[in-house]
């Protein structure tokens, strides 16, 4: 079961108040507890989940053969495999779905497929306001 963030701030802050002597900082109250370990907690919780999930081709590529999200040039998305010429060891980027072949440099990023619990967590927002409207 997935943890919230605001159960992985409160752990996070009972850990650190359990080892004070070693914290860098100094701890005064329970008002820093609440006001500061665990706003900075989430604070860093909410920068990570805004990073984008999407990885450079210049950074790193996929495993070769397994279906990713592909984002070419023209900010296009398709599904697609990172595959390697066995003759050549050339790359490129194969759409068994579209019989499609991308060259390399037309690819600018890649990301894994969302599972379907990313997709509705993403979109929960969402589905609340359709289910508070009657829609």
């Known amino acids: 079961m997935?943890?919230?963030?605001e159960e992985a701030a409160v752990?996070?802050?009972?850990?650190?108040?359990?080892?004070?002597?070693k914290l860098s900082f100094v701890v005064s109250a329970k008002a820093d507890y609440d006001n500061g370990l665990t706003k900075g907690f989430k604070s860093g919780a909410e920068w990570q989940s805004n990073q984008s999930p999407w990885i450079s081709v210049?950074?790193?590529?996929?495993?070769?053969?397994?279906?990713?999200?592909?984002?070419?040039?023209?900010?296009?998305?398709?599904?697609?495999?990172?595959?390697?010429?066995?003759?050549s060891n050339i790359y490129f980027w194969n759409?068994?779905?579209?019989?499609?072949?991308?060259?390399?440099?037309?690819?600018?990023?890649w990301r894994e497929i969302p599972s379907?619990?990313?997709?509705?967590?993403?979109?929960?927002d969402v589905l609340e306001r359709i289910k508070e409207k009657g829609d």
Not at 2 to 5: A, E, G, L, S
Not at 11 to 21: I, P, T
Not at 66 to 77: A, E, Y
């Open 11 to 21: 752990d996070f802050a009972d850990y650190e108040l359990k080892n004070l002597d």
């Open 2 to 5: 997935k943890q919230t963030v």
């Open 58 to 87: 210049k950074e790193r590529l996929p495993e070769e053969g397994k279906p990713v999200l592909i984002r070419l040039k023209d900010s296009v998305i398709r599904l697609a495999c990172y595959d390697i010429e066995e003759d």
């Open 116 to 124: 379907f619990d990313e997709i509705l967590e993403a979109n929960r």
């Open 95 to 109: 759409d068994n779905y579209a019989y499609e072949t991308f060259r390399p440099w037309d690819v600018t990023h």
